[in-house]
Structures are given as structure tokens and as C-alpha cells.
């Protein structure tokens, strides 16, 4: 919150459509509780033009709100209808010759199709993933499965007719998730403390589902943002732009890890997509060299890492 009271208020241009408005992409993961949600919308309400928003797995925990809810979805109710009062936006807009269209989604484990590192022991996913205790589900759909990521994916039909007219409409289309669409924007698992993250980072269904947005989309004019695992990252794979600008954990700031406040908000349009690749850590890294996934030895500073245990 810190953060975004520092930036500047009443700078992001008028309400309207039109061509000179700031808009902001919040890619999830604002706040643990309804009511730090939206104190935080609206103060980025106050200080741009208009702003998108999709949920990320931290806005539906129940942890802290005292039996509020009866289960995330309906927390997920409350902060949408929170978005509806403070005028952000959770559904595709057009702006100027922008589209921006978003995306829910959750992930499921077969998004992981690499090989596993099982050269060392690691926490099972119900230990090293909070959403396991701190997100309540209806009993027909659970994290176990592929059924909550298609419960999630299947919320985008309801904008289906929107997302036909921003297509027919727009010059250049920005889409945006929490959640990661491909398993080439996360590190392999030899380069990762957590060797099984990839199981609870992505969606297939998010994928298939921004290609068909993007699927008649010009060369260089085709964007996905995402978060979730605050790996920056600025990329093209198969003619769309994938783009991680996470603010990242206060102490990831603090280390000047994985982001942080010195250069966010980040700009990814103004009069059309910034043709300049970012330079990032990780995408740098897979720029140049090929990615190995049958290679499960460990990455030298996660072998050090381990060391200190075994």
C-alpha cells in the first residue's frame, strides 16, 4: 500500500476511451483481505485513468477474514462487486486503438509436462503452497484436479461477446492473467529453489484461450501480461509478447529481487506496443541459451542451497 500511495494522484487523464488515458493492468495478488482490496483499488482508481484487474491466488485466501465468506468463491463475488463500485474494470474495454481483455484462470499440476528433479526432497505441494489451507472451494472443485482451472477458464465466456468486439475493433490487443499461459516463462526446475513450483504456476486452458484471442492479431501487435511467480520477464514466443513487471514482496525490494519500485508502473504501450524488449533476468537468460528440461541437475546455487540440509 506504501507503494501506491506514492504514486502521483489525479495524473492518469480522463474516464473515457479516448486517446491520452492512463491505464493501469493489475495482474492480481493486491491484498489478503476484502477491505485492504479495495483501499488499495481505490487508490490506484485515484491515480489512473482506468484500471484492470483480474484475481490472483493471495485475493481469495480466507485466512484473515474471519469466516466472512463460506468459500473463496464467494470472496471472489465481493471484490468483483467491489471492482463494479470503484470502476475498475474486470472485463475486455477498449481504449484509444488498445483492446485490453481479462483473462481468469488457476492452475492445475498437468501444466507441469517436464521432467521432475528427484534428486532431493522437497515439501509436497499441500506444505510449500498456502492456497492448499488458505482458499476454501465448494466440494466439486479442488486444486487436485483440473476442475477448479476450468471453473476459472469458463468464467471468460460470459465476456465472450465483448472479447468479439474488441477483437473486430482494435488495432492491438493486450490480454492479461494472474496466472502463467506457457511453461517456457518459468525456469526449469534444476534453476529452482522449489523444483515443483511448475505445478501450481499455469493453465492450459489459459493458453488455448489467448490464442484464439490473438489469433488474427498482426505481427507486433499481440500482448500477454502475467504474474504470479515474480520472475520478471519480457518475451516473444510463437508472434505474442509475454511480459512479467511484478512489484514483488517488500523484501524482494529490499534485495532488489525480482522487480521492484524504481521502475514500475511499467509501460508497455503509448501509441502502440514498446517494440523494445525489456532486458529481464530469466528471459534474457533463455534468449540466448536453449531451454533443457531432461536436464535435472541441479543449478549450482540450488545445489548450495540443498547442501545446507543433506
Not at 31 to 42: G, I, Y
Not at 78 to 90: F, I
Not at 210 to 227: E, M, P, Q, S, Y
Not at 231 to 246: G, H, K, L, N, T
Amino acid at each position: 500500500m506504501d507503494w501506491v500511495l506514492r504514486l502521483p494522484v489525479g495524473g492518469g487523464g480522463g474516464g473515457g476511451d479516448g486517446v491520452g488515458i492512463d491505464a493501469l493492468v493489475v495482474a492480481g495478488d493486491v491484498a489478503e483481505t476484502r477491505d485492504n482490496f479495495a483501499r488499495t483499488m481505490a487508490a490506484l482508481r485515484e491515480r489512473f485513468g482506468a484500471v484492470f484487474y483480474v484475481p490472483g491466488n493471495h485475493d481469495l485466501w480466507l485466512r484473515r477474514e474471519n469466516g466472512r465468506y463460506m468459500d473463496s468463491l464467494e470472496k471472489l463475488t465481493a471484490l468483483l462487486d467491489a471492482c463494479s463500485e470503484l470502476g475498475v474494470d474486470t472485463g475486455p474495454r477498449i481504449i484509444g486503438d488498445l483492446g485490453i481483455i481479462p483473462l481468469f484462470s488457476w492452475y492445475h499440476k498437468s501444466f507441469d509436462k517436464e521432467k521432475d528433479v528427484n534428486s532431493v526432497r522437497v515439501p509436497s505441494l499441500e506444505m510449500a503452497c498456502k492456497d492448499f489451507h488458505a482458499c476454501q472451494w465448494p466440494p466439486d472443485l479442488a486444486n487436485e484436479d483440473e476442475a477448479l482451472a476450468l471453473y476459472f477458464d469458463k468464467l471468460n465466456d460470459r465476456n465472450q461477446d465483448a472479447i468479439e468486439e474488441v477483437k473486430k475493433s482494435s488495432k492491438q490487443i493486450l490480454t492479461f492473467s494472474h496466472f502463467v499461459p506457457r511453461q517456457e516463462l518459468c525456469p526449469e526446475k534444476r534453476m529452482l529453489y522449489y523444483p515443483n513450483l511448475p505445478k501450481v504456476i499455469g493453465s492450459d486452458f489459459l493458453e488455448r484461450r489467448l490464442r484464439t484471442i490473438h489469433d488474427n492479431t498482426k505481427h507486433g501487435a499481440a500482448c500477454h501480461v502475467f504474474g504470479h511467480t515474480h520472475f520478471c520477464w519480457d518475451s516473444v514466443v510463437d508472434e505474442i509478447r509475454y511480459v512479467q513487471a511484478p512489484l514483488a514482496y517488500p523484501r524482494e525490494r529490499k534485495r532488489r529481487m525480482n522487480g521492484g519500485d524504481g521502475w514500475l508502473p511499467f509501460c508497455i504501450y503509448r501509441d502502440g506496443f514498446n517494440p523494445e524488449i525489456y532486458p529481464a533476468l530469466w528471459s534474457d537468460y533463455y534468449n540466448k541459451n536453449r531451454r533443457e528440461p531432461e536436464n535435472t541437475q541441479l543449478a549450482p546455487w540450488v545445489a548450495k542451497y540443498f547442501s545446507k540440509y543433506y
